[in-house]
């Protein structure tokens, strides 16, 4: 399985995956598509320069969910009413940052839904809070995908 994160630069997509799967957290620049364990992490810019939004709409078919990740403590939203509808295929929502005093939850849930999230989890990679939910929920979502999915795809394509 793959799980594509999306969202502009320092929106904290890097840091939530070296969370996810225990790597050391520490700051990374990404500079262009990488391909981490069953994460693809991209650089934010690739989603603020429109001249890139090929390669990004590209790579979302590697992807078997797409998580858009808002940082709680922006008052930006770089994610246009109904992109989820972009995609066919699972997106859900992530806001990141809710360690942070100025983090403003309800304003980054509505953007997440404006942009057609439905599922959205709510996460600090600092202390961890609502990771492990995150992360549950989107092998659950795998699993439930495959299982719908059985006759469109081969076995070994979630591997
Ligand atoms: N307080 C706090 N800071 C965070 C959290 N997650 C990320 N950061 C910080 O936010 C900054 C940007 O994080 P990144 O994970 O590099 O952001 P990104 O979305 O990968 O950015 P690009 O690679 O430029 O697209 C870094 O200084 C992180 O340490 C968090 O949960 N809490
Ligand atoms: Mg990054």
Known sequence: MKIMLIGPSAAGKTTLIQRLIDK????????TV?????????PGEYMQQ??????LTITSHDADIIGLVQ??????????????TK???PVVGILTKIDRKDSNQSQARSYLELAGCRDIF?????TGEGVDEL????????????????RRYEA???D
């Not at 940082?71 to 989820?84: A, M, N, P, Q, R």
Request: hydrophobic fraction near 25%; include cysteine.
């Open 87 to 89: 995609f066919e295929k």
């Open 71 to 84: 940082d709680s403590t922006s008052e930006d939203c770089w994610f246009s009413g109904g992109l989820t």
């Open 156 to 158: 070994d394509y979630f």
């Open 135 to 150: 992360s549950d929920s989107l092998h659950a979502m795998v699993e439930r995908y495959k299982k719908e999915n059985a």
């Open 24 to 31: 050391e957290i520490k700051y990374d620049k990404t500079q």
């Open 122 to 126: 709510a996460v600090s990679s600092y």
């Open 50 to 55: 429109r001249g890139y939004w090929g390669s």
């Open 34 to 42: 990488e391909y981490v364990g069953n994460f693809i992490d991209t």
